[in-house]
């Protein structure tokens, strides 16, 4: 396909001209390059085989996993937790094992939902790399495309020579199966190759504007040409923090440690899309706000208010098990400093190399930084940050919501506009407490909570019987796709 072709495919994607990135942007951002088809990689047998012998057996699964192990294949605590693989345990065991120890991935792998999420993200993130007043809509925009055709299979028709070979690193990220449906009555097998499959433009196209509407509903509601430093003050910043399976990690700092062996403690590791910082108050600290952007609708809060807190504590239990991690590293890294000054006075530096993993735990030199910058105090010396330092609330904004909810959308511009209108973006925000005690409380608990589910985790681990990860009964649960590709017995019996 021509360069004229290609921009004019682009254009229709998107619904305006076509505007190339390293134009708009000059040498802030480099050139767009043409990527290669991939090839969606088959790391299991498809949905439904043909024959018993293509079904899995989850031992052979934990053996190509681990192929230079001699031992029998057992299966094994994982490394970390997440938020997400948290909240996936509470929901399903099943799939918590399926997606996590033995790392499988659904059918598809990718959706066009989820690569709207993740781009969305992408383009959010890089806007903050601008100049403020080079953080336009169109530039926003711009960056939406670029992430995308970084990903976009082939060649602008979607044919390239290449196909089947990924450029960026998106190999297994499994972006090759969107807009494409492929003809399942030959017996190609595995072979997703584009003689056996369809590209549909006009679904790639709609896709697009409705993610181009959403980033237009994020500048309505939050113009980034506002926002001066030192904010953000982080972007997709990776969290983690060491947790004990019992008692409270607070004890442990205070002059005790974490005994580093997974059978007494475990990590949970995560990315929080942003930190901003407010001024400081009257309490002479400096506040921190944890935002998360939602691609997905707002919820409706028109139940009952015993169902509407319900699920106002389902949408911001992850970000309360963002801000006790963050919250952790922050008194991790006091505890660095303490023990270093410590060693520095007295010369004496053998307890060093025992704390050294200690820090990996701590807040980055960068972070501390913009901290230090936005307090006015270069002098990084004997900062208790901890006491400068407060987790304000926690935001989540959604980039679109329903268009029933009145209390973001008004029903009478709804009634007069065409039927491709969405609903607005919006936030919700929680107050992490009006107090110290009260901040207090509510991580505690989360820490409670976290501690409850590492436990069940451990215990289901230790009985070394992926029966005892039982399924669950929501019929849109990626359990049940997963289970269908094992042999019966050794995941699901016949009551499954």
Same mark, same amino acid.
């Given at each position: 396909?021509?360069?004229?072709?290609?921009?004019?495919?682009?254009?229709?994607?998107?619904?305006?001209?076509?505007?190339?990135?390293?134009?708009?942007?000059?040498?802030?951002?480099?050139?767009?390059?043409?990527?290669?088809?991939?090839?969606?990689?088959?790391?299991?047998?498809?949905?439904?085989?043909?024959?018993?012998?293509?079904?899995?057996?989850?031992?052979?699964?934990?053996?190509?996993?681990?192929?230079?192990?001699?031992?029998?294949?057992?299966?094994?605590? %994982?490394?970390?937790?997440?938020?997400?693989?948290?909240?996936?345990?509470?929901?399903? %065991?099943?799939?918590?094992?399926?997606?996590?120890?033995?790392?499988?991935?659904?059918? %598809?792998?990718?959706?066009?939902?989820?690569?709207?999420?993740?781009?969305?993200?992408?383009?959010?993130?890089?806007?903050?790399?601008?100049?403020?007043?080079?953080?336009?809509?169109?530039?926003?925009?711009?960056?939406?495309?670029?992430?995308?055709?970084?990903?976009?299979?082939?060649?602008?028709?979607?044919?390239?020579?290449?196909?089947?070979?990924?450029?960026?690193?998106?190999?297994?990220?499994?972006?090759?199966?969107?807009?494409?449906?492929?003809?399942?009555?030959?017996?190609?097998?595995?072979?997703?190759?584009?003689?056996?499959?369809?590209?549909?433009?006009?679904?790639?196209?709609?896709?697009?504007?409705?993610?181009?509407?959403?980033?237009?509903?994020?500048?309505? #509601?939050?113009?980034?040409?506002?926002? +001066?430093? %030192?904010?953000?003050?982080?972007?997709?910043?990776?969290?983690?923090? +060491?947790?004990?399976?019992?008692?409270?990690?607070?004890?442990?700092?205070?002059?005790?440690?974490?005994?580093?062996?997974?059978?007494?403690?475990?990590?949970?590791?995560?990315?929080?899309?942003?930190?901003?910082?407010?001024?400081?108050?009257?309490?002479?600290?400096?506040? #921190?706000?944890?935002?998360?952007?939602?691609?997905?609708?707002?919820?409706?809060?028109?139940?009952?208010?015993?169902?509407?807190?319900?699920?106002?504590?389902?949408?911001?239990?992850?970000?309360?098990?963002?801000?006790?991690?963050?919250?952790?590293?922050?008194?991790?890294?006091?505890?660095?400093?303490?023990?270093?000054?410590?060693?520095?006075?007295?010369?004496?530096?053998?307890?060093?190399?025992?704390?050294?993993?200690?820090?990996?735990?701590?807040?980055?030199?960068?972070?501390?930084?913009?901290?230090?910058?936005?307090?006015?105090?270069?002098?990084?010396?004997?900062? *208790?940050?901890?006491?400068?330092?407060?987790?304000?609330? #926690?935001?989540?904004?959604?980039?679109?919501?329903?268009?029933?909810?009145?209390?973001?959308?008004?029903?009478?511009?709804?009634?007069?506009?065409?039927?491709?209108?969405?609903?607005?973006?919006?936030?919700?925000?929680?107050?992490?407490?009006? *107090?110290?005690?009260?901040?207090?409380?509510?991580?505690?608990?989360?820490?409670?909570?976290?501690?409850?589910?590492?436990?069940?985790?451990?215990?289901?681990?230790?009985?070394?019987?992926?029966?005892?990860?039982?399924?669950?009964?929501?019929?849109?649960?990626?359990?049940?796709?997963? +289970?269908?590709?094992?042999?019966?017995?050794?995941?699901?019996?016949?009551?499954?």
């Amino acid at each position: 396909m021509s360069r004229s072709m290609a921009r004019s495919h682009l254009r229709r994607l998107t619904g305006v001209p076509f505007i190339s990135p390293r134009h708009q942007l000059g040498k802030r951002l480099p050139p767009i390059i043409t990527m290669h088809s991939s090839s969606t990689s088959s790391e299991v047998p498809p949905t439904t085989p043909a024959t018993n012998d293509d079904l899995l057996d989850p031992y052979q699964v934990l053996r190509n996993l681990h192929p230079n192990s001699n031992n029998k294949p057992i299966i094994p605590h %994982p490394t970390h937790l997440s938020p997400t693989s948290l909240e996936q345990f509470t929901k399903c %065991p099943q799939a918590f094992f399926f997606l996590y120890i033995l790392k499988l991935k659904p059918d %598809p792998p990718m959706t066009e939902q989820l690569a709207r999420g993740i781009i969305c993200h992408s383009a959010l993130e890089e806007v903050f790399d601008l100049r403020p007043e080079e953080r336009t809509l169109e530039n926003l925009s711009n960056l939406f495309r670029r992430e995308w055709r970084k990903h976009r299979v082939g060649d602008e028709s979607g044919h390239g020579e290449d196909s089947g070979r990924a450029s960026g690193g998106t190999k297994d990220e499994g972006y090759g199966t969107l807009f494409r449906t492929f003809d399942r009555d030959d017996d190609v097998g595995d072979d997703r190759g584009d003689k056996n499959s369809h590209y549909d433009v006009e679904a790639e196209i709609e896709w697009g504007k409705s993610s181009l509407r959403l980033l237009q509903n994020y500048y309505e #509601l939050e113009d980034p040409k506002l926002i +001066r430093t %030192p904010n953000p003050a982080a972007t997709e910043m990776w969290v983690n923090a +060491r947790f004990p399976l019992e008692g409270s990690s607070n004890d442990r700092l205070d002059g005790g440690r974490l005994d580093n062996t997974e059978d007494s403690t475990f990590v949970v590791r995560g990315k929080i899309d942003r930190i901003d910082l407010s001024p400081l108050t009257t309490s002479n600290k400096v506040q #921190l706000q944890i935002i998360d952007y939602k691609t997905g609708k707002k919820p409706n809060f028109k139940y009952s208010p015993a169902v509407n807190e319900r699920i106002e504590n389902e949408q911001f239990w992850k970000m309360k098990v963002y801000a006790l991690v963050l919250w952790k590293m922050i008194q991790q890294t006091d505890k660095n400093n303490a023990i270093y000054h410590a060693n520095y006075q007295t010369s004496d530096y053998s307890g060093q190399e025992k704390d050294k993993q200690d820090y990996t735990f701590g807040l980055s030199w960068l972070f501390q930084q913009k901290i230090l910058q936005a307090v006015d105090n270069t002098n990084q010396k004997n900062i *208790n940050w901890s006491n400068i330092l407060e987790l304000s609330s #926690l935001r989540l904004m959604f980039l679109t919501s329903h268009l029933d909810d009145v209390s973001t959308n008004n029903p009478t511009i709804l009634a007069n506009s065409n039927d491709n209108i969405i609903g607005k973006a919006t936030i919700l925000d929680y107050p992490l407490g009006s *107090n110290p005690a009260g901040f207090e409380s509510i991580l505690d608990q989360t820490e409670r909570e976290i501690q409850s589910l590492a436990r069940g985790i451990k215990q289901l681990v230790e009985m070394q019987d992926p029966l005892a990860f039982k399924h669950c009964d929501w019929k849109y649960c990626s359990c049940h796709e997963l +289970r269908g590709r094992f042999r019966r017995g050794t995941v699901w019996m016949d009551e499954c």
